[in-house]
């Protein structure tokens, strides 16, 4: 039985994957303690994981981020963006890697699992290897490893081959490092220096290459190639993979990722519609997820709208919201739930129209359904940049869709069977991948070997 501390920053897109995560090596038998906000204690209880709070100087309500970082306010572009990275992830760095030395303290820890931005870890990784846990980094956002053959992770640009395109992503990764960036990676300097003596021990976005192995939460086929790819990483597959059961960030039971990145949930009611998805129009399935959903203008709407002359029968999940949350009459063709059970109802769906969540997609695909997305935050822009380059579906390059734009590209999914192939090609690569069991391999596998070295 192996010691596993799971570390979350305390936002609900990143607590979700890790709470499946926890879950999964908790039914391997092993003793798993989650290190995060205060407000995903009964979550994480629920997993069969021991609770451990963030030091309140590192947890902050991901409600409402204006609130906890009023200095964010109004800024936009990479202001935006430095400001986030700073105060939101790097700032409360230090608190992070105190609770994992407190954590060790109480009782050894032989392998640290921590999501991309939970800097604590990345921090752990400045000292000497034989000092520390192994650290496994989990992939819940799409592979970030900087690459000669691919642009710098953020700005949602495909790969261009040849020596043009390492050029290119050359260039652009300098700029990157040196002048955009170039302020937030000195404050990640400073804090690490000050904690470890150390600086940090790489460009702060590209810490995983650090850490003892990356676990990526996706299969290869959906992932940029590289041919300097390190073996350190590792493609598990999406975790919710396998059917573990645990309770999502939201609070609603059900596979991990599926209702916290996509609207859906197994435990859903079926509506008294559901018949209609069987009725031999195509069925378009729109929703925003369940924390990018406050504003339905964003693609909700415009899909509705675009799509409500159209022959097809178009199913909204509201993501947990009401569904009188959409608000104002609504077309003969449009079906609306709150919560949708997802194993039901992707293989009954003919396009998925969605912002991008890295969850989301990847269970769309393995249902081998295709895509239209429209999402530039977050991750979302690096998931709609790889729908367009694996060629499951459009990217319409936005965060506020038009009718026009969304019911042109549905119309274009639809009748073009290039789309749903590629998205059929990768759903078998994904059911054939085994997620939480893969990383449940590969901890395992990393603390026999730490025990061997011990011993």
């Known amino acids: 039985m192996a010691s596993v501390l799971v570390c979350s920053s305390p936002l609900v897109g990143h607590v979700a994957p890790m709470l499946a995560v926890a879950a999964g090596l908790v039914e391997h038998g092993h003793d798993v303690r989650f290190l995060t906000g205060k407000r995903f204690e009964r979550q994480v209880s629920r997993t069969g994981a021991a609770f451990i709070r963030l030091p309140p100087e590192a947890d902050f309500d991901d409600t409402s981020l204006d609130a906890a970082f009023p200095g964010r306010v109004g800024l936009k572009g990479p202001k935006g963006i430095r400001f986030d990275i700073q105060e939101i992830f790097m700032r409360p760095g230090k608190a992070q890697y105190q609770a994992i030395l407190a954590a060790s303290a109480e009782r050894r820890v032989d392998a640290v699992l921590a999501e991309s931005l939970f800097m604590g870890a990345a921090l752990l990784l400045a000292g000497p290897a034989a000092n520390r846990p192994a650290v496994i980094n989990c992939g819940i956002v799409p592979l970030s490893l900087a690459s000669r053959d ?17 050029a290119r992503n050359w260039a652009m990764q300098a700029l990157t490092e040196k002048v955009v960036f170039g302020p937030v990676q000195k404050y990640a300097n400073a804090i690490s220096r000050d904690v470890t003596g150390s600086p940090f021990p790489t460009f702060f976005m590209d810490w995983p290459r650090a850490a003892d192995h990356i676990a990526q939460f996706t299969v290869a086929d959906f992932e940029y190639p590289r041919s300097d790819l390190p073996g350190t990483v590792h493609f598990v597959g999406p975790v919710s993979q396998g059917g573990k059961s645990t309770t999502d960030a939201t609070g609603s039971t059900g596979r991990a990722g599926e209702t916290g990145s996509a609207g859906g949930t197994p435990e859903a009611e079926l509506p008294a519609w559901w018949a209609e998805l069987d009725a031999g129009r195509p069925v378009v399935h729109v929703t925003q997820g ?9 693609l909700v709407r415009p899909t509705i709208e675009g799509l409500a002359q159209d022959d097809v029968l178009v199913v909204v999940t509201t993501g947990g919201r009401p569904v009188e949350a959409l608000s104002g009459p609504l077309p003969e063709n449009v079906r609306v739930g709150s919560y949708l059970p997802y194993d039901e109802l992707l293989p009954r769906t003919d396009v998925l129209v969605t912002n991008g969540g890295y969850g989301g997609v990847q269970f769309a695909l393995r249902h081998g ?8 935050t977050e991750d979302k822009t690096e998931v709609c940049a790889r729908v367009a380059w694996s060629g499951t579906g459009i990217n319409l390059r936005t965060n506020r869709a038009t009718p026009e734009t969304v019911a042109k590209a549905v119309r274009t999914v639809l009748s073009n069977s290039s789309y749903r192939e590629a998205s059929s090609r990768i759903g078998t690569a994904i059911r054939a991948s085994r997620g939480v069991d893969e990383l449940a391999d590969l901890v395992e596998s990393v603390c026999r070997d730490r025990s061997l070295e011990r011993e």
Do not use: H, K, Q, S
């Not at 359904?369 to 530039?376: F, K």
């Open 369 to 376: 359904v295709p895509l239209v997305v429209a999402g530039r």
């Open 290 to 298: 369940t924390v990018a959903n406050r504003d339905f203008d964003d």
């Open 150 to 166: 691919t642009a710098p992770y953020g700005l949602g640009i495909e790969p261009m081959p040849g020596l043009p395109g390492r």
